[in-house]
């Protein structure tokens, strides 16, 4: 079992940059190196949405249209630590980040662990 903590949000203003973490924990048998790992979002009365994929590697990496140039996910195996730095942020960013361990897929229900959100508020 992996247990994930994310970390990093708050409170910002639009154009402005937050950097969230999400710091694993293994239990027996896993192995953060061997999950890829994804970042998800979801905002009040909306269904959770697939935001950015780092393979095991962290040698690929796919995001949503909406945050392609803007928000860019990376690793640290060594820290067992998977980062999300968002730039050039939107009030319509605003949501419940999470991050997930699993396949390099878009569909959350291919995610084996998920942590338990960190809010992140853009103001206008």
């Known amino acids: 079992q992996l247990q994930l903590v994310e970390s990093g949000g708050g409170l910002v203003q639009a154009g402005g940059s937050l950097r969230l973490s999400c710091a694993a924990s293994e239990r027996t048998f896993t192995t953060f190196s061997s999950y890829a790992m994804g970042w998800f979002r979801q905002a009040p009365g909306k269904e959770r949405e697939f935001v950015a994929v780092i393979s095991w590697s962290g040698d690929n990496t796919y995001y949503a249209d909406s945050m392609k140039g803007r928000f860019t996910i990376s690793r640290d195996n060594a820290k067992k630590t998977v980062f999300l730095q968002m730039n050039t942020l939107k009030p319509e960013d605003t949501a419940v980040y999470y991050c997930?361990?699993?396949?390099?897929?878009?569909?959350?229900?291919?995610?084996?662990?998920w942590g338990q959100g960190t809010q992140v508020t853009v103001s206008s």
């Open positions: 997930a361990a699993g396949t390099f897929r878009v569909d959350p229900a291919l995610y084996d662990y």
